[in-house]
Structure formats: C-alpha cells, structure tokens
C-alpha cells in the first residue's frame, strides 16, 4: 500500500493525499464574489512532513492568491506583450457565440482585453517541489474548458509572491 500523508487545511479540512500518485480532485470555493469550480494537483512523489504544510499554507492561501493574480494581470495588461497575445488569440480563437455571451457583447470588435481577461476564471491550482527544492503553485487562468485549453498561468513562490506569468496550451 501506498503511504499517505495528512494534509490539515482551514479552507478544504483534511486531504489524504498518497505521496507516489500526488492528489487530483475538483473543489469549488467562493472567488472574486462568485462560486468557482477549479481543480488541485499536487504533484506525486514530494511531501513530506515540511513540504506537507507549505502544501497546506498554499491551499489556505488560495483566496489570496486569487486576489494576487487578478490584480497582477489588470497591472500587467496594458503593457505586457504576452497578456495582450494571450487577449488577440483567445478572441480570435474561442467559439464566437461563447466569446460573445460571456463578454455580453454584439461583435468580437467590441470585446476589450479588460472585457476578456475579466471573464477568465480560475481552472487549477498546481503545487510541486521544483529542482532547487522550493515548493510552489500556479493557479491557471482560462475561459470554459469546454471553448479553449489556453491557459493564463500565474506562479507563486513561497512567499505568495507573483514570480512569473506564462501562457501554456
């Protein structure tokens, strides 16, 4: 049997979470004053006693985190090359019917990057042990999964602070 480690949280309880398959489950929590259903993975094969609670600092630090990314992608949006791809690419690209509703809208034209990056929800929450040893999280940003598998990546070290933005598929 594989061994198992006790994750204690305040904002989802306790997670068992088995320590060579790492743990993939959707949680919904109330975001940005909305309910937002997203999904965890902590990678396999990492914790241990010490990287069990930044493990469970992170999850704790969800909300934070999610008001951290908001904002650093509104900061970032008028002058940063890869959020404003990110913006032609999702509107060029996602079912215009879709696009059009969530952005309550008439034409792709109308719709404004502060109008699509807005409608991005959070879709996951990764954490993992990098190869110096320094346990982080992502959260990924995108539209319906259903519509685009783009994806507006937030980093955050152990500091929660905002270390890097990527755009991955």
Not at 58 to 75: G, V, W
Not at 85 to 111: H, K, M, P, W
Not at 121 to 128: D, K, Y
Not at 131 to 160: H, W
Request: proline letters at 2%.
């Amino acid at each position: 049997m594989s061994k198992t480690l006790q994750i204690t949280t305040t904002l989802l309880g306790e997670l068992t979470v088995p320590v060579e398959e790492g743990l993939f489950e959707d949680y919904t929590l109330p975001l940005g004053g909305k309910e937002v259903t997203f999904n965890m993975f902590i990678f396999e094969n990492f914790l241990n006693e010490e990287t069990a609670k930044i493990t469970a600092m992170f999850i704790d630090s969800i909300p934070l985190m999610y008001d951290k990314a908001r904002k650093e992608i509104t900061a970032r949006a008028a002058d940063s090359e890869l959020i404003d791809c990110f913006f032609r690419e999702g509107v060029a690209e996602t079912n215009e019917d879709y696009l059009l509703e969530l952005c309550q809208a008439d034409s792709r034209e109308e719709i404004t990057k502060e109008m699509f990056l807005a409608a991005l929800e959070l879709r996951g929450l990764h954490i993992w042990q990098n190869k110096d040893g320094e346990v982080r999280s992502v959260l990924d940003f995108s539209l319906d999964e259903e519509y685009t598998d783009e994806l507006l990546v937030i980093s955050f070290n152990q500091a929660l602070d905002v270390v890097d933005i990527t755009n991955e598929s």
